[in-house]
């Protein structure tokens, strides 16, 4: 029954691979190929060699966007997984025991689907809505909440906090999904050791330490990958939210945000897909950085 | 959804027990303070712009940002609606998601399972090529992107975006999907070759239904990150008369910086609301899914 097995697979597969190569393979393979051109967009393509590298290795704003990338990378993390596991901790074991059993705290589903809602929503509509609520002067939402006997803040027009700014906006986005995802694995966490603890004596921050982090290291392994990812990009609230989209004074370029103006603002297309290589290869080392740091073995 | 155990012991609580329990009180105050901290953080922003919607400009200057508007007039949602063109953006982003997911999970599914359920030469090469689409950021080709599309002469056109918004969804759905199709009972398979159906009818009448828990995580999956892309429209959808053929996010970021110019931030105010407010209600109405279908990926 073998029969017309080759024409059915190629007519499977034919769709998604031409699309596939023509709009992804394709691009990517010309951005490795054009890091070592000229290219301004138009016109013929000069090759180069290394030149684009030397000029990135002498570029002061792309270190500085590496330095904010790598603020970034370090804290949306932290801070977000940090805040998720309390909370998913608290929604499921913070209830006590009744019984020997533990529970969650009444009312865990509505937080649950409250603290989610934001990964929904779009993180260009994020992006403008705290654009409005860091506005410098009273008609945002921080500085309407304000003392009046205070002096606004200006927020992202002030180059120390405005790439805080933007990592606030970041975890607030986050922090639901990773509490539900949290709360997922902590459901999966048997009953009766949880109970078996609690009958030894053990306190909530044991139990969070002995217990819940060691059998949550995959799932938290898995969100500080995501997270790192997002953290590299960034794009959408540094084009939207920042003064000068970047600034105040390059306060919060990031390497998204360099490769999106070389491309189209200043017709390097060589230059930003050196960038992009670049990325590529950091992205690669990260993620493949913490699989290897944060391995444990199985518990 | 929650793992409230239910089954209540009868215990008899005695003297050391008391003491805990009075414990157990205060850490429960503390833990629905956090909580409810946590909530007001989550839906005070997106409260106050619902409020700031139905502000005068005057208003949303005098401060006090929780502070009810003077007036209720629904004169700002009509000029989002209509001068700033939210309507139309919706319905944008309406037909290029339903098209482009529709075609993602067509395609995807048919690799899938291609890729997972049929030997043959290249089967490993055609595999890793979709799943090591994952590696790479997006943003990191948006020049070649454009030059491909240009030289295509897809710029600014539906179908280019939707095209384009298929090729990048297929990596995670194939990667998702292909793990889902392994894991499905060869028996029936073998029972509907020697009936004689054909594969394509395998495909689409015993796979397909089989698969849809799967196929349903990832439709939401694909519907929602779909619907919130801002790179690919930005790069794809310029030049002329482009600003007809916005997406959603692409309109309402460009409301936001129009808003600074003409100082019509209620406007601005409305066109998010208008954005938000269909999202809760499928949000409210599909939780569970939406839920499981986005935490999908990371859980496998």
Request: aromatic letters at 16%; a positive charge.
């Amino acid at each position: 029954m073998r029969h017309g097995k080759y024409p059915f697979i190629i007519g499977f597969l034919a769709v998604p691979v031409a699309l596939y190569a023509v709009f992804v393979v394709a691009a990517y393979v010309q951005t490795f190929q054009l890091a070592f051109t000229s290219w301004s967009g138009f016109g013929v393509i000069k090759y180069v060699g290394f030149e684009n590298f030397e000029k990135l290795w002498n570029d002061d704003l792309f270190w500085k966007s590496l330095r904010h990338n790598g603020f970034l990378l370090l804290l949306l993390p932290i801070a977000t997984i940090a805040i998720a596991l309390v909370f998913a901790f608290l929604l499921n074991v913070g209830g006590g025991t009744k019984g020997g059993m533990t529970r969650g705290v009444r009312g865990s589903k509505l937080y649950r689907v409250i603290f989610f809602f934001p990964q929904l929503m779009a993180l260009a509509i994020v992006a403008v809505i705290f654009g409005r609520v860091f506005s410098s002067d009273k008609s945002g939402m921080l500085n309407g909440l304000f003392p009046d006997s205070w002096q606004p803040w200006l927020f992202l027009a002030d180059d120390r906090w405005a790439l805080t700014c933007i990592l606030v906006v970041l975890v607030w986005q986050a922090v639901g999904f990773y509490v539900v995802l949290f709360s997922a694995g902590m459901g999966s966490i048997g009953e009766e050791i949880y109970e078996a603890a609690a009958l030894d004596g053990a306190t909530k921050v044991t139990l969070f330490f002995r217990i819940t982090l060691p059998l949550l290291w995959n799932t938290i392994q898995t969100g500080w990958v995501y997270l790192g990812i997002a953290a590299f990009d960034a794009f959408a609230l540094v084009n939207i939210m920042t003064v000068d989209r970047g600034g105040p004074d390059g306060a919060t370029s990031v390497l998204a945000m360099m490769i999106y103006r070389n491309t189209f603002e200043y017709s390097q297309v060589g230059y930003a897909s050196a960038l992009g290589v670049v990325l590529f290869f950091l992205t690669l080392t990260f993620a493949a950085l913490t699989l290897r740091v944060t391995r444990r073995d199985a518990v | 959804m929650s793992n409230v155990t239910t089954m209540d012991a009868p215990v008899k609580v005695s003297a050391p027990q008391e003491k805990t329990r009075r414990e157990l009180k205060a850490f429960n105050g503390l833990a629905h303070l956090a909580l409810i901290f946590w909530a007001v953080v989550t839906a005070g922003p997106l409260l106050w712009v619902v409020l700031a919607s139905f502000k005068s400009n005057t208003e949303i200057f005098l401060g006090e940002p929780f502070a009810l508007p003077s007036t209720f007039s629904l004169e700002t949602y009509l000029s989002a609606w209509d001068q700033a063109h939210i309507g139309r953006y919706f319905l944008n982003s309406v037909f290029v998601v339903l098209v482009s997911t529709a075609g993602t999970m067509l395609f995807g599914s048919m690799a899938a399972y291609v890729l997972a359920r049929y030997s043959f030469v290249g089967n490993r090469i055609v595999y890793y090529l979709f799943v090591s689409g994952l590696a790479f950021p997006t943003f990191m080709a948006l020049g070649p992107l454009f030059h491909i599309l240009k030289n295509m002469g897809l710029l600014n056109t539906y179908h280019g975006l939707i095209m384009v918004y298929i090729a990048y969804s297929l990596p995670f759905t194939i990667f998702f999907l292909a793990a889902f199709f392994k894991t499905l009972p060869h028996e029936i398979d073998e029972a509907a070759t020697v009936d004689g159906a054909s594969h394509t009818r395998k495909f689409f009448q015993i796979m397909m239904p089989m698969a849809k828990s799967g196929l349903v995580s990832i439709t939401i999956f694909n519907i929602v990150g779909q619907w919130n892309q801002y790179l690919l429209p930005l790069v794809i959808m310029q030049g002329q008369g482009a600003d007809q053929k916005w997406v959603l996010t692409q309109g309402i970021a460009n409301i936001s910086t129009q808003a600074g110019y003409h100082a019509e931030w209620s406007t601005l105010f409305a066109a998010l609301t208008l954005s938000i407010i269909p999202m809760i209600v499928v949000y409210a109405i599909f939780q569970r899914q939406i839920q499981a279908g986005l935490t999908a990926g990371a859980v496998k």
